[in-house]
């Protein structure tokens, strides 16, 4: 993949994932912090800084999710 194919998917996948309905964590509060937004799509697991609502996002495929949170409930 060319540097400008990628540039190019990047921008496609941001401006996709800005339609997406994003829920903030049930940890978060009205105060700031550090607080995530997680969005379901498809086969895709979009996850953002609420802060920065357009700003970017990390996109993980539901396997990789599905395998990442049961750590961290594990580790709080």
Same mark, same amino acid.
């Given at each position: 993949?060319? $540097?400008?194919?990628?540039? %190019? ?6 401006? %996709? ?7 903030? /964590? /049930?940890? /978060? ?7 995530? $937004? ?5 086969? /895709? ?30 580790? %709080?």
């Amino acid at each position: 993949m060319t $540097e400008q194919h990628a540039s %190019r998917t990047a921008r496609d996948l941001a401006a %996709r994932a800005a339609r997406w309905q994003w829920r903030k /964590s /049930s940890y /978060s509060n009205d105060s700031g912090g550090n607080c995530l $937004e997680i969005a379901h799509r498809d086969s /895709s697991v979009g996850i953002r800084d609420s802060k920065y609502p357009k700003g970017p996002a990390l996109v993980v495929s539901t396997a990789a999710w599905s395998s990442f949170v049961p750590l961290v409930r594990r580790d %709080r």
